[in-house]
């Protein structure tokens, strides 16, 4: 079953194909709000029948139509009666449920809805943990209420409707006749709270309370979407992939008391929520179109920034957190996620971000603002992560609970392994995030020497960046191979696997130019590109799974910023054919790219095979296209002007994008098709 979404910030409803919500351990149904279910039934009857579907619209991201009919689904047999549920989420889950009578003569309905909550955490259901809690419902002025409460943890669901109803503790009834060819509806809202309600809260429940319009929702995305570059093609995948991008990356952010606020989302349905790694990366691939939403992501993960040592979360001065949660288990600190900083990579990108951003934007102001976080996050990398005393940065266990060691993006506990299939142990070094590092000092110099005005400090990072690359490139190169180990043991001993983090090396620039030819071939070779994209771990390696999270799947992010490292090192077409590649997969799931695709071969699927459990939309994934865009144009800023160099596939014909916003005001560029570039 494909479940329908919907959803606006934090706030999002998840349910079968009927519209309906029961308790399910194979995926998250439900109305979830800040990491809990506020809704876990929600199942709508005529005359004690179930309805079958007859067509869904998916409107917007925050808005989805149902058309359907009562009993057992026949091609003998002509219903007289049509359901219509219409949703829409906002400040509250709302829905229409339209009931129409086709027939000659009257009809006496009882429609029934189920309803009930067990305010379950998101990761619970993750991990197919199941917890009774006591709940109590109440009735009060007309409002049903649903309240679990530990403490000074409680949470609320209120539900109303807009028509009489006989309400009783599992639901609402409603009892109605409807006329010859007539109509009945009625509207129901669902509130979910974080605190106790008070009278006004009771008041807003109902229906009739004035909520912004589904316009008005509307016109908030076109608000955050006007400014960005308008985009024309005759690729069609491209157009309609660059439209939901956008959309998805502005509708992906927290649903807060200033509902305008844009604090970055990480995606659908696991990670509704703030992820430090997420938010660097999605922000990364959409400045050239969405700049704005730099400056939210940047301010918030400064503000949250490590100040102590608590190895139960993680935390140490100047590390950038990983992920903050709001459910029961965080908040009694069972689980560490409140504020977790398991993880080493987001620290050195927090500070490529905040260059990348000046180097667009030419805002010196914000990048003076946060100096203190900046320098930080530096001295973090120098005081605190080089765990085995070698230059490197290292990580391992935080001392949490949840079971996860993995601090690179490759998280799972499998994402890092030998090629006869042993997994590393800990601590290690990952590779790309020795690349990170080499790229923020070099990034941390050019700002303290034309920002901060401090070209001592610049000096040092410098020598500090050009050391980290002579010792880098001598320890991690695999000679007989031709590719850098994915990671090193503590005793300096290599992860011998073929992996696609060699192309962050690219991105980073670590990698000696003399030996980019033989990364660049393997990245393109059949072991790791698998016409779909490029693969997390090549086929030749023991742990080898095109349906493993990291361990051979294709992930849209990872592909996008390998393409940029291929052309930073001047390889174009092999840029443009990994574009191409995940681009063209892309239509095949309605331009939004999911989280991840299986690695099968091109070959021997017809059609991009989905990851099982990927999420969608999903920040990084929807900030792909956007960096495929970039990279395909060769968009790059230098001083106040904007560099075009595009090199685009033949197969994509033209492509023009007016108004790119940046310190040189508004541009256009443009570019044409070119032979020689490979298709897929």
Not at 313 to 324: A, C, S, T, V
Not at 540 to 555: D, F, K, L, S
Request: hydrophobic share 40%; glycine share 8%; charged share 25%.
């Amino acid at each position: 079953m494909n479940p329908v979404s919907i959803y606006y910030g934090n706030l999002f409803m998840t349910c079968d194909r009927k519209g309906d919500v029961e308790p399910s351990r194979q995926m998250p149904l439900g109305l979830f709000f800040f990491d809990t279910r506020f809704l876990s039934t929600w199942r709508l009857t005529v005359n004690g029948e179930r309805l079958q579907t007859l067509s869904i619209d998916d409107l917007q991201y925050f808005e989805s139509r149902f058309f359907l009919t009562p009993g057992q689904p026949t091609h003998y047999v002509d219903t007289d009666i049509s359901v219509f549920r219409h949703r829409w989420a906002g400040d509250a889950f709302e829905e229409r449920v339209s009931v129409q009578n086709h027939s000659k003569e009257p009809m006496d309905l009882t429609i029934r809805l189920d309803i009930g909550t067990d305010f379950a955490e998101l990761l619970d259901i993750k991990h197919g943990i199941q917890r009774h809690r006591e709940t109590t419902t109440t009735i009060r002025d007309g409002v049903l209420t649903i309240r679990y409460e530990r403490g000074v943890f409680v949470r609320e669901t209120l539900v109303a409707s807009s028509q009489p109803c006989a309400t009783d503790d599992n639901g609402m009834t409603f009892t109605t006749r409807v006329e010859p060819h007539g109509i009945w509806h009625t509207d129901l809202r669902v509130t979910a709270l974080l605190r106790p309600a008070k009278p006004a809260d009771l008041r807003e429940a109902l229906p009739g309370h004035r909520l912004r319009s589904t316009e008005e929702i509307r016109q908030e995305l076109d608000d955050w979407v006007s400014g960005a570059p308008r985009l024309r093609t005759d690729y069609e995948p491209l157009q309609q992939t660059y439209q939901r991008s956008l959309s998805d990356l502005v509708a992906l952010r927290y649903k807060g008391l200033n509902y305008r606020a844009y604090q970055p989302l990480a995606g659908m349905p696991w990670f509704m929520n703030l992820f430090g790694r997420d938010a660097i990366f999605s922000r990364m691939q959409a400045l050239p179109f969405l700049p704005q939403t730099c400056v939210p992501a940047l301010r918030i993960l400064s503000l949250a920034q490590g100040a102590r040592i608590d190895p139960f979360r993680g935390e140490e001065p100047g590390k950038i957190l990983q992920e903050l949660r709001y459910d029961e288990s965080a908040a009694f600190n069972e689980r560490p996620h409140a504020i977790l900083y398991a993880a080493a990579d987001t620290t050195p990108l927090f500070v490529i971000l905040l260059d990348e951003y000046e180097r667009w934007t030419g805002d010196t102001e914000l990048v003076n603002e946060l100096r203190f976080e900046a320098t930080q996050a530096l001295d973090w990398i120098d005081r605190y992560a080089d765990l085995v005393g070698n230059g490197y940065l290292w990580y391992g266990p935080h001392g949490s609970t949840d079971g996860m060691v993995g601090q690179s993006w490759k998280c799972s506990n499998e994402g890092v392994s030998f090629r006869d299939g042993r997994l590393a142990g800990y601590p290690q070094a990952a590779c790309e995030i020795q690349g990170y590092v080499y790229d923020a000092k070099c990034r941390a110099a050019r700002l303290a020497r034309r920002v901060w005005g401090d070209p001592g400090y610049a000096d040092r990072l410098e020598r500090e960046a050009a050391a980290l690359r002579e010792r880098f490139n001598r320890d991690f190169w695999i000679e007989d191979r031709g590719y850098y180990a994915a990671a090193l043991q503590a005793d300096g001993q290599q992860v011998d696997s073929l992996t696609s983090n060699i192309g962050h090396l690219l991105w980073s620039g670590i990698v000696e130019p003399d030996r980019a030819e033989a990364v660049v071939s393997h990245l393109l070779g059949p072991a790791l590109f698998s016409g779909w994209g490029i693969r997390t771990l090549a086929t030749t390696e023991q742990r080898y799974n095109p349906i493993g999270y990291h361990t051979g799947t294709v992930w849209p992010f990872d592909n996008s910023i390998i393409a940029w490292g291929l052309r930073r090192y001047g390889f174009r077409p092999e840029a443009a054919r990994v574009a191409a590649a995940i681009l063209g997969a892309g239509r095949y799931f309605g331009g939004r790219l999911p989280e991840a695709l299986a690695g099968y071969d091109s070959t021997l699927t017809k059609y991009p095979v989905l990851y099982a459990s990927a999420g969608a939309p999903h920040a990084t994934s929807a900030g792909a296209p956007l960096l495929f865009l970039r990279t395909l144009l060769g968009l790059e800023p230098y001083d106040d002007h904007l560099v075009v160099d595009p090199a685009v596939p033949e197969e994509m014909g033209q492509i023009e994008l007016h108004d790119i916003p940046g310190r040189w005001g508004r541009l256009d560029a443009l570019g044409r098709g070119q032979p020689g570039i490979a298709r897929r």
